[in-house]
């Protein structure tokens, strides 16, 4: 039961992380290094929440798994996430780490460019992470499928996500407008939606067995 509850908590603690520490507005030296020299903290407290996220997400992934013969597909690209997702948090959380609290006018030209790159390697996983998120979506929609009719309704919708989600992975890699960054958020929030609402369902499927045995129990020793 709490391994069928850990993709809520994964989607809530996720959307905490990245509220206290958005990231700079740019890519820029200069903007990420005044960016985590104000929010290091901010940075490191997102990589602590976003690891215990990825956790309760990776325990979920396993429990949702045993639903159907896809289920392994779920297991793989979970995984994948889990691990690129890591890189980017990671990377941001190093610079947190760094520059928290360090004056501007103390940081050489060098280090600004070392900056730059290490924020750009967290940029380029969480890209990446952006396939695999389909990925997912597009595993949990086929264990959907097999399942009882709810559940194939909601794999249509599934269905549709997955469609979405690998329209916006290379829209982000190219975009560099604001509204490409605007339309990762939403879909990005459209994901742990999914991941949500999949926890509620595997969440009330599992009570709901655990029920039935005691119902036939009770019928059998009535007189």
Same mark, same amino acid.
């Given at each position: 039961?709490?391994? &069928? &509850?850990?993709?809520? @908590?994964?989607?809530?603690?996720? /959307? @905490?992380?990245?509220?206290? +520490?958005?990231?700079?507005?740019?890519?820029?030296? /200069?903007?990420?290094?005044?960016?985590?020299?104000? $929010?290091?903290?901010?940075?490191?407290?997102? +990589?602590?929440?976003?690891?215990?996220?990825?956790?309760?997400? /990776?325990?979920? *992934?396993?429990?949702?798994?045993?639903?159907?013969? &896809?289920?392994?597909?779920?297991?793989?690209?979970?995984?994948?996430?889990?691990?690129?997702?890591?890189?980017?948090?990671?990377?941001?959380? !190093?610079?947190?780490?760094?520059?928290?609290?360090?004056?501007? +006018?103390?940081?050489?030209?060098?280090?600004?460019?070392? *900056? $730059?790159?290490?924020?750009?390697?967290?940029?380029? !996983?969480? $890209?990446?992470?952006?396939?695999?998120?389909? &990925?997912?979506?597009?595993?949990?929609?086929?264990?959907?499928?097999?399942?009882? /009719?709810?559940?194939?309704?909601?794999?249509?919708?599934?269905?549709?996500?997955?469609?979405?989600?690998?329209?916006?992975?290379?829209?982000?890699?190219?975009?560099?407008?604001?509204?490409?960054?605007?339309?990762?958020?939403? @879909?990005?929030?459209?994901?742990?939606?999914?991941?949500?609402?999949?926890?509620?369902?595997?969440? $009330?499927?599992?009570?709901?067995?655990?029920?039935?045995?005691?119902?036939? @129990? +009770?019928?059998?020793?009535?007189?």
């Amino acid at each position: 039961m709490l391994g &069928a &509850a850990g993709g809520a @908590v994964f989607a809530i603690t996720i /959307v @905490v992380a990245f509220v206290i +520490a958005p990231g700079p507005s740019s890519a820029a030296d /200069v903007k990420v290094i005044d960016y985590y020299t104000n $929010h290091g903290n901010a940075a490191i407290w997102q +990589a602590v929440l976003g690891g215990f996220g990825l956790v309760c997400f /990776v325990w979920f *992934a396993g429990v949702f798994s045993r639903w159907s013969p &896809a289920g392994p597909a779920v297991l793989v690209s979970a995984a994948a996430m889990a691990a690129l997702y890591s890189v980017a948090l990671g990377a941001w959380e !190093s610079l947190g780490e760094n520059f928290k609290d360090v004056a501007v +006018a103390d940081v050489s030209s060098e280090t600004y460019r070392d *900056a $730059h790159f290490l924020y750009d390697v967290g940029v380029g !996983s969480a $890209h990446m992470a952006l396939f695999m998120d389909a &990925a997912f979506v597009g595993a949990t929609t086929a264990v959907l499928l097999t399942t009882s /009719v709810p559940r194939r309704r909601l794999g249509s919708i599934g269905a549709a996500l997955t469609a979405i989600l690998l329209i916006n992975a290379p829209l982000q890699i190219f975009g560099t407008a604001d509204w490409t960054d605007a339309v990762g958020a939403i @879909v990005f929030l459209g994901l742990l939606a999914w991941v949500f609402l999949l926890s509620i369902v595997l969440a $009330h499927s599992l009570l709901r067995e655990a029920g039935a045995p005691a119902a036939i @129990v +009770a019928a059998e020793i009535e007189p």
